[in-house]
Structures are given as C-alpha cells and as structure tokens.
C-alpha cells in the first residue's frame, strides 16, 4: 500500500492543473467522464504484500486523466524510522497521472483491475470535487491504521457516502478473522508475513463486520465486483504478471527454516542423550533469540499506537523471561505449564498462531524437560556421592 515519492513530479504537475482553473472544485466534468477504483495486484516487496487501491478519474472531453492515491507518504523524513516504529506515520492524498501511476506494477509483474463504476455525471463530479478538496493542503494528512484507516478504506467511505444504502456490502465467500483475510498476502513475503503475524495480537482475531473486511484491497475489489446493484459497469484488466502467481513453497520461508531447525536440535538432543552431555551453547542461543523477540513484543504492545499489538498471545513463548532463565535455571519449572500452552493452541485453534511458531515452541518446551531430567540426574549423583563419603 505504498505510493513512491518518485510519482512526486505527478503530484507537482497535476497541482499546476488546479492552479489554473479558476475554481478547482468547480471544475466540471462531462457526461464522458468515469471514475474507477485500481486495485493493484500483491507484490513481493515488504510494503506491497497486502496490495493497494486508488482512484482514477479520467475525461476525455476535458484533458484529465488523474490517479488519487492514499498512500503517500515522505520516506525522507528523518524521523521516518521511529515514527513507523511507534505507529504514528502520517500518510496523505496525493495525485498524479495514470501513465506515471502504471510502471511500477508493470515492472514488478503484477496485476492492476479497473472497475469502471456505475455513476450519474452528478455523482462523478461530487466524487471529483470532494478529491480535490481533500488534496488540499490541510486535509490531505491522516494518521494510518492498517486495520481501520488505510488507502482501501478511504475509498471505501467515499464510495458509501455516495451510493448510500444502494451498495450493500457482501462479506468476502471465505470470511474470517481479521489475521486470516490479511495472511492470505504472507506467501509474496514469507518473512515479512511471518514478522507481522507474531507482531500482533488478539485485536487481529477479532471478525470484522462486512465493512470492516474492506481494509484490504482485494475485499474492497470483490465487494464491489458481487454488488447486486451493478456498481460496476465494466473492469478492465492491465495484467502484467506473465502468468506468475502467489510463490510456491520455499525451503528458505520462515515454516521450512523453523522444521529445519526442529530436527537439527533433534539431532542435538539425540547427541546429548547419547554422550551424556549438555550443549549450553545452545540454550543460550535459542532462549536469547526468543527473548529478545518477546522484548520486541512487549514494546510494540506497551509503547507504541500499534493498536494490532496489543494481547500478544505470542508472549507465552517468544517471553522476555527466556533470558532470565538462561541465567536463572530454577524458573524454568515455573515457566514450563505456561510454555505448554502455545503447543496446546497450536493444535486446537490454529488460527491464534502462525504455522512456524509449533516446532520453535517445541524446542523450547521439551529443552525445559530436558534440562529438568538433567537437574534430577545431577542431584541424585550428588546425593549418592554424599551417602557414599564416609562420616
């Protein structure tokens, strides 16, 4: 859902073409002219797996041929990194032509649909005129919030605005919860996807109503395509993907990575158990990496706007405790029933957590019996060793 600020020179030339009517939002439209929702395709980039929607309007008659976009934002501001961080990025309405709007999903191979809408000349210009009036410097900022406020639901309000009672919204054919609808963009980015999925917590397992599953692009796309109220006059169809799809499975994805690493430490405790041994090494690497990972969690939930963080029910495993008890062994049996229950949730409600986070909590469970067993085994060698000194 991002638009690059090379499309800026766009934005500059269209802003000349406001600037020389005498009235911008008294800019008449003709009985040629459509307005149409672009619906953009996934790509494998980090800031495109979820797709992206904006809005054309065009007019043979009067010369304009404009694409609005919500999701601009200024990669160059020097606090870019924190405020995206803390959850407080601003993003804004920006404006350009279509013919710069297309290269950038023609050179990443992906799809972009046209959805010509059903509309009165009457409704076309209120569409236009509220454009404009939003591209104004004033109003064009708002706070984004992937799962509420974002380049797909601006333009899903706008749309309700208009049509009013006449569109009534169908609910996606497979619906879900708000983590399942938005993992269907995880397999473009494995990794990205999987960094989202234990980022965020139990607001993601809510279910959204028939309007809310419109926060991503292909719903918003799909409620429109299945109105009974012909809300579509024609899609058009600008496909450059040559045929490629969503990535097939990968032995480099976060799911392969983690059962890899599951059976290499299977080998490691099979080692252990034959030689009677202790690889601490390892401990310290996996509590470590989870540990920091839960510290991560807990920032995003207690310290940032990202409301989606919040009960992070990833916290049972991936826990800033991890590296206490890599240093304090004896909490490890008060943490072994709470590390229990991921594996639990796991099994019976998958849909809490992602497919890899199974064989990472396995590991740190059955380390937990391990070195248990290997607790025991030491103490009951020091108790016969004292038995056996004489007094």
């Known amino acids: 859902m991002k638009y690059f600020l090379s499309h800026l020179l766009s934005l500059l030339t269209f802003s000349v073409f406001v600037a020389s009517s005498a009235s911008a939002t008294n800019t008449p439209l003709t009985p040629y002219s459509k307005v149409s ?9 980090s800031y495109a797996i ?25 990669e160059d501001d020097p606090q870019f990194f924190q405020k995206f961080l803390a959850g407080r990025m601003t993003y804004s309405l920006s404006a350009g ?27 076309k210009q209120l569409i236009w005129d509220r454009l404009l009036e939003n591209l104004k410097e004033e109003n064009r900022y708002y706070k984004y919030d ?16 208009i049509y009013g009672s006449r569109w009534d919204i169908v609910a996606p054919s497979q619906p879900g919860s708000f983590r399942q609808q938005f993992s ?3 397999p473009y980015n494995p990794w990205t996807g999987f960094g989202i999925d234990i980022c965020t917590g139990l607001p993601a397992d809510t279910y959204p109503s028939a309007s809310e599953q419109l926060f991503l692009p292909q719903n918003l796309f799909d409620a429109l395509a299945r109105s009974g109220a012909r809300l579509v006059d024609t899609t058009i169809v600008y496909d450059f993907s040559h045929g490629a799809g969503a990535p097939a499975f990968s032995w480099t994805s976060p799911l392969a990575i983690c059962w890899i690493l599951f059976v290499a430490y299977a080998l490691i405790l099979a080692a252990e158990l034959r030689y009677k041994v202790h690889l601490r090494g390892f401990d310290i690497f996996i509590f470590s990496v989870t540990g920091l990972a839960g510290l991560v969690m807990v920032f995003l939930w207690t310290m940032t706007d990202h409301r989606i963080s919040r009960f992070n029910l990833n916290l049972l495993w991936a826990s800033p405790l991890n590296l206490l008890i890599i240093f304090m062994p004896r909490l490890r049996r008060l943490y072994l029933p709470v590390l229990a229950l991921p594996v639990v949730f796991s099994l019976v409600a998958s849909r809490l957590y992602d497919p890899a986070v199974l064989p990472l909590t396995l590991i740190l469970l ?23 000194t004489p007094s």
Request: charged letters at 25%; glycine letters at 8%; aromatic letters at 10%.
């Open 97 to 123: 032509s279509f013919q710069d709007f297309i290269p950038e999903y023609q050179d990443g191979n992906r799809i972009v649909w046209e959805q010509v809408l059903n509309l009165s000349t009457q409704d």
């Open 37 to 45: 929702v672009l619906t953009c395709s996934p790509g494998t980039e």
């Open 366 to 388: 059955t380390r937990m019996i391990r070195h248990g067993e290997r607790r025991i085994v030491v103490r009951g060698k020091r108790n016969a060793a004292a038995a056996a």
């Open 184 to 186: 269907s963009g995880f």
């Open 50 to 74: 979820f797709g992206h929607s904006a809005i054309r309007v065009r007019d043979s008659v009067a010369g304009v041929d404009v694409v609005f976009n919500f999701g601009t934002f200024n």
């Open 146 to 161: 992937f799962l509420y406020d974002n380049c797909s639901t601006r333009i899903r309000d706008g749309l309700q605005r």
